[in-house]
């Protein structure tokens, strides 16, 4: 892992998916200079791909996931912590 | 003024490679100005007619500003020496009233001349003066000028928007970047490149939130610095090459696309029997037989966008039964219906609503370009049609299309400019 890289932790097996996904994501926003969390949270609240980078494929990842799935998923987390 | 001919009834067959948006890159390359330091690079702008009157509009201002073929542009805004925009080219586009935001954000004070831009009804700019004063700036309208001055910097405001403008959504983000304070617009524009653009300035270091949405949140920063970006494929574009290999029942690859953005396009051509395939960045549209009526009616995003109203409405045109076509964005949006009309098309157009009756074949005539999706409208009839079309004011399709004739002949189309040498 380098530095910065940000790795999110969720709490069992099926979930795994958004995981990989969302850390991904994550990282190719930040290598492309962007704050990824305000990026992350517009591509969530409007669905606009605009959000997120082509750079390494981070924009067709991120629509693996159905936006009302990566928020349930990230609420869980964060609330089963 | 140069013209197209083409002779119709060639299938379109291979791939095309869509080119950035221009309805983002003309706010963007505007919105470059705002940096303190560094410098922008700018990636996928498009060749189109309207960016290279931009760029010009940006060196008269004094900008250090390099673009190459490729479709990248380096700016340098730190050498302006003046903000006052005037000339033909700000007269010629519309948006170039993106200066007086950008300016303003800048300088406090902005001068820019009148824009033009097509003529497709009225397109004030009151919503985008509203929110200025809102900011604190005083705007008075003389000589054919937009001034807008604030001696005393801009604070943050709620702005309320009348009614819903991509214009002066992103002409307020750019003054309000650096204001002092919060700014929140409501009632704001939710088109891909107002996100393009908020996107761009958060690179540049700004602080705004909620773009896509109905509200935006701007949290004004102090200084902005250079970045790197890379501007978002032009949907438009996208959905005029679908709607070619549509209408000419070719099997098109369609690539650099974000499929998202063209959901409300891709819904209505399923509807009429087109087949597409989405893929990550790319779309096939294929069509053995002709398409089917249906009825449409042009919304702001994410509705069916009116700029691929009338591009749509020549396919309309030969499809199969009764469309229904409600422009409820620009009144004055079918005046390439007289010229399809001229082709053969039936259709009558009331007020805001256009009634087509397909007819089996369009025939080639000489038909004119009234503005810029009207043009790219014609040439789409012109593929189709039987004989040979000659679209002329060409001009108008420059503005917004990048290399046409070429992506098209690439495509199997039979497609040549003829210059006027009396313009060149």
Known sequence: ?81 | MDKLQIEGGRKLYGEVTIGGAKNAAVAILPASLLIDEGVCNIDNIPDIKDIKCLENIMVDLGVSLTSERDGHVKINPSSIKTHVAHGENVRSMRASYYLLGALLGKYNKAEVEFPGGCSIGVRPIDQHIKGFEALGAKVTIEHGYIRAEAPNGLKGANIYLDVVSVGATINIMLAAVKAKGTTVIENAAKEPHVVDVANFLNSMGANIKGAGTDVIKIVGVDKLKGCDYSVIPDQIEAGTYMVAAAITKGDVLIKNVIPKHLESITAKLLEMGVNIEEYEDSLRVYCKQRPKAVNIKTLPYPGFPTDIQQPFTTLLSVSEGRSIVTESIWEGRFKHVDELKRMGANIKVEGKVAIIDGVEKLSGAEVMATDLRGGAALVIAGLAAEGVTTVTHVKHIDRGYEKIEEKLRKLGASIIRIIDKKYE
Request: cysteine-free; hydrophobic content about 30%.
């Open chain 1, 1 to 81: 892992m380098t530095e910065g890289t940000m790795q999110f932790k969720f709490n069992f097996e099926g979930n795994k998916k958004v995981q990989e996904i969302l850390t991904e994501v994550y990282n190719a926003l930040k290598e492309k200079g962007y704050n990824p969390i305000n990026q992350l949270v517009g591509y969530i609240l409007s669905g606009d791909p605009t959000y997120i980078t082509s750079y390494k494929n981070a924009r067709s990842l991120i629509r693996k996931i159905e936006r009302d799935e990566l928020l349930e998923e990230l609420l869980r987390s964060y609330l089963e912590r």
